[in-house]
């Protein structure tokens, strides 16, 4: 039997944890033969009915799970950890600016970016899903100056997991015949759903669907508003959705992406397209444990303005929490 993964999930009470941890202790994240400790944390308050989720991961007498940390202390959760998922985060409260919410979730990525560094295995991986991602990804980055950079990621993998179904319903094939799309930007609706390199059934995609008018008005508006979509359906924001592309995030980081084909992952960006001290949306393929930026895409006009007002809007966040690094 391999040697378990620990891996730390925060908000482990709140609704994604609660379509995530059953999944990930099932083995859909790290694979059939990998077994996982899971260490939770939520706040005080939220403790309670994280136990009651805890009682429900026993019930389930997972084989992989080799054990279950519950608790409110960061340093406690994060105790050599392998892979964190930072889900946990303040929602947006009545009457509160995106301003409040950055300032209000910047405190809580300072304080756990900081246990990070303290007690996390010195490869810890990590993916930030709490909102504003991109921008608590930074922070988080900023206050773990011991541990890799690189190893500080966000999720943008539920908006491009979102856009290959657009393209696949219409162009009416199965979503594994689209290939090589990519997000660009913030995980906000300024992000910009790429057509341009994708490939469906290995045609390029914009040139199959040929329709302006459609890519403008129907395809980029709805990936980008897809969450508000959920919001009002649902009356709650997109969990199960977002917590399968959570999976799909790390395993594909962790195991690798398909031959032929990238993802989507916010890292940070060094120079590349132009863009520097962010985390960003970009098209990755993963190999042995680590991700590389697809270099050299050609970027029309078009593309370039959405990218760079996506950049603009990341660059504004960062100077709003700049007190806080
Ligand atoms: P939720 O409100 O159901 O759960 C959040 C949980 O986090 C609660 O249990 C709460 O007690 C806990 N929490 C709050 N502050 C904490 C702290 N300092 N430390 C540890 N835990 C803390 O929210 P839900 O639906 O699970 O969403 C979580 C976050 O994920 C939200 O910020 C949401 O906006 C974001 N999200 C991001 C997506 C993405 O694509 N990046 C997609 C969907 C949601």
Excluded at 161 to 188: D, F, M, P, Y
Aim: charged share 20%.
């Amino acid at each position: 039997m391999k040697k378990p993964v620990r891996v730390a999930v925060t908000g482990a009470a709140g609704q994604i944890g609660y379509s995530l941890l059953f999944r990930i202790a099932s083995g859909a994240m790290l694979g059939p033969d990998q077994p996982v400790i899971l260490q939770l944390l939520d706040i005080t308050p939220s403790l309670p009915a994280l136990n009651g989720v805890v009682m429900e991961l026993d019930d389930c007498a997972f084989p992989l799970l080799a054990g279950i940390v519950q608790s409110d202390d960061p340093k406690v959760a994060f105790k050599d950890a392998d892979i964190a998922l930072l889900v946990g985060a303040r929602p947006r409260g009545p009457g509160m600016e995106r301003k409040d919410l950055l300032e209000a979730n910047g405190a809580i990525f300072t304080i756990q970016g900081k246990a990070l560094n303290e007690v996390a295995s010195r490869d810890v991986k990590v993916l930030v899903v709490g909102n504003p991602a991109n921008t608590n990804a930074y922070i988080a980055m900023k206050n773990a100056p011991d541990l890799n950079p690189a190893n500080f990621t966000a999720m943008m993998r539920l908006d491009h997991n979102r856009a290959l179904t657009q393209v696949a319903q219409k162009t009416g094939v199965a979503v594994t015949e689209v290939k090589k799309l990519t997000i660009w930007g913030n995980h906000s609706s300024t992000q910009y759903p790429d057509i341009f390199h994708a490939e469906v059934k290995g045609q390029n995609a914009a040139q199959l669907i040929n329709n302006q008018q459609w890519l403008e008005s129907e395809f980029i508006p709805t990936v980008q508003q897809r969450g508000a979509a959920i919001i009002k359906a649902r009356g709650l924001s997109s969990a199960a959705s977002a917590a399968n592309a959570a999976i799909d995030h790390i395993r594909n980081w962790v195991l690798g992406t398909p031959e032929g084909d990238w993802v989507t992952m916010g890292v940070p960006a060094n120079g590349e397209y132009g863009y520097s001290d962010l985390i960003y949306g970009y098209p990755v393929t993963c190999k042995d444990g680590k991700y590389s930026i697809i270099q050299g895409l050609e970027i029309s006009e078009f593309s370039r303005a959405r990218m760079d007002a996506s950049a603009k809007e990341l660059s504004e966040e960062r100077d709003a929490i700049k007190h806080l690094l």
